[in-house]
């Protein structure tokens, strides 16, 4: 018994090789597999074989050999399933559909107050509904469908433990998908963001990850895995005071980073819209540059804060962190000075790589993920 079981432990892991090493290789022979991987020919052989059973790979292609005739190539089909992922904020929502390279192949906006009822759960159903028949995608591919909620979220993904933001604490995930005839979960926005950082990076194993979005958040990263704390409260860098006794919070404090570092508090001045922000600070606006060195100067010493407890690299992401290359450098020097040691933060501080809606993309990986490890 134990020896079938070894034997099916051991084929599997074959398997994932085979099929990840197709999804980083993109194109190959049979003999690439068998020499990069140290396989037996009829291992690789069957597996290609389950492989293109499931519709996972093509073999329409050839690749030129000088010995002979033309190899068959095993192409790895990128969209062969997919995920939805929701950023669920308070005036609106962005649906994304992301395939298994983790790309948004569609992205939906939709504004819409949040509202715990059943006519704005329609709504979500409704949503994800027009997104997959924009992309004609069969509904058999969908791997399932990701929210990601400011609100602390239980372990199992099923409900909102904390959520004074949209105040829907007590909420289920079986109300959001009541509409959505696919497996879903809930996700804190910013550790979904996180883990599309995870995704997009392959050579940070810990982190720290600021979302500046709306609402402040942060994500955990160790060993490429989201660390989520004992009671799911890891990384809450939003309600770290910055300023003692300073602007009120949402939530009953003062001083939090959240009032001086959120997304809001730069695009409140341009009637809700970001961009048009740093359009007017690229454009030299003395007002939005006034802003914006305030901005970064609790910036730096909330990086600096993360620095000296957790002594790794520090992500700047969120809605700001799509626009924060061109003022990295800025940061850096405001951070350095901050700095105790002599750690350079160019080396530590860095913007976020995956720029194309993190959170709903991120609330959609995990399924992604899930996947490859259970192929």
Same mark, same amino acid.
């Given at each position: 018994?134990?020896?079938?079981?070894?034997?099916?432990?051991?084929?599997?892991?074959?398997? !994932?090789?085979?099929?990840?090493?197709?999804?980083?290789?993109?194109?190959?022979? /049979?003999?690439?597999?068998?020499?990069?991987?140290?396989?037996?020919?009829?291992?690789?052989?069957?597996?290609?074989?389950?492989?293109?059973?499931?519709?996972?790979?093509?073999?329409?292609?050839?690749?030129?050999?000088?010995?002979?005739?033309?190899?068959?190539?095993?192409?790895?089909?990128?969209?062969?399933?997919?995920?939805?992922?929701?950023?669920?904020?308070?005036?609106?929502?962005?649906?994304?559909?992301?395939?298994?390279?983790? /790309?948004?192949?569609?992205?939906?906006?939709?504004?819409?107050?949040?509202?715990?009822?059943?006519?704005?759960?329609? /709504?979500?159903?409704?949503?994800?509904?027009?997104?997959?028949? %924009?992309?004609?995608?069969?509904?058999?591919?969908?791997?399932?469908?990701?929210?990601?909620?400011?609100?602390?979220?239980?372990?199992?993904?099923?409900?909102?433990?904390?959520?004074?933001?949209?105040?829907?604490?007590?909420?289920?995930?079986?109300?959001?998908?009541?509409?959505?005839?696919?497996?879903?979960?809930?996700?804190?926005?910013?550790?979904?963001?996180?883990?599309?950082?995870?995704?997009?990076?392959?050579?940070? !194993?810990?982190?720290?990850?600021?979302?500046?979005?709306?609402?402040?958040?942060?994500?955990?990263?160790?060993?490429? %895995?989201?660390?989520?704390?004992?009671?799911?409260?890891?990384?809450? *860098?939003?309600?770290?005071?910055?300023?003692?006794?300073?602007?009120?919070?949402?939530?009953?404090?003062?001083?939090?980073?959240?009032?001086?570092?959120?997304?809001?508090?730069?695009?409140?001045?341009?009637?809700?819209?970001?961009? *048009?922000?740093?359009? %007017?600070?690229?454009?030299?606006?003395?007002?939005?540059?006034?802003?914006?060195?305030?901005?970064?100067?609790?910036?730096?010493?909330?990086?600096?804060?993360?620095?000296?407890?957790?002594?790794? /690299?520090?992500?700047?992401?969120?809605?700001?962190?799509?626009?924060?290359?061109?003022?990295?450098?800025?940061?850096?020097?405001?951070?350095?000075?901050?700095?105790?040691?002599?750690?350079?933060?160019?080396?530590?501080?860095?913007?976020?790589?995956? !720029?194309?809606?993190?959170?709903?993309?991120?609330?959609?990986?995990?399924?992604?993920?899930?996947?490859?490890?259970?192929?």
């Amino acid at each position: 018994m134990e020896q079938g079981k070894s034997g099916m432990d051991i084929k599997g892991m074959n398997r !994932k090789k085979i099929y990840e090493f197709l999804r980083r290789s993109r194109s190959v022979s /049979k003999q690439d597999i068998v020499y990069a991987l140290q396989l037996s020919l009829p291992t690789v052989t069957q597996n290609l074989q389950e492989l293109q059973e499931k519709g996972l790979l093509d073999t329409a292609g050839k690749i030129g050999n000088t010995g002979g005739r033309n190899a068959t190539a095993f192409t790895f089909i990128s969209d062969a399933k997919v995920a939805v992922g929701i950023d669920i904020q308070k005036h609106r929502n962005t649906i994304v559909v992301v395939d298994l390279d983790g /790309k948004v192949i569609e992205t939906l906006k939709k504004k819409i107050d949040f509202s715990m009822t059943d006519e704005y759960y329609s /709504k979500l159903g409704e949503g994800v509904r027009e997104i997959l028949e %924009k992309t004609h995608t069969d509904p058999q591919k969908v791997l399932g469908v990701g929210m990601g909620v400011p609100g602390l979220i239980s372990g199992d993904g099923q409900e909102v433990v904390y959520g004074r933001i949209l105040n829907f604490t007590g909420e289920t995930c079986a109300n959001f998908s009541k509409y959505i005839p696919y497996r879903s979960l809930l996700y804190n926005d910013a550790n979904a963001a996180g883990f599309a950082e995870i995704w997009s990076l392959h050579n940070i !194993k810990n982190a720290f990850y600021i979302c500046l979005s709306n609402n402040i958040g942060g994500s955990v990263l160790l060993d490429n %895995k989201v660390y989520e704390g004992d009671n799911q409260r890891s990384g809450e *860098v939003g309600h770290m005071t910055v300023v003692a006794d300073g602007r009120p919070c949402y939530c009953g404090q003062y001083g939090c980073l959240e009032t001086y570092c959120s997304a809001t508090v730069l695009s409140d001045t341009t009637d809700g819209d970001l961009g *048009v922000f740093f359009e %007017k600070l690229k454009n030299g606006d003395m007002e939005s540059r006034m802003l914006w060195d305030s901005y970064l100067r609790y910036l730096s010493l909330a990086v600096n804060n993360l620095r000296m407890l957790f002594d790794c /690299k520090i992500i700047i992401g969120g809605y700001v962190g799509s626009y924060i290359d061109g003022y990295m450098e800025q940061l850096w020097e405001m951070v350095r000075q901050r700095n105790m040691f002599e750690d350079d933060p160019e080396q530590f501080l860095l913007p976020c790589q995956y !720029k194309t809606e993190a959170i709903a993309a991120g609330a959609a990986l995990p399924f992604v993920a899930e996947f490859f490890e259970q192929i």
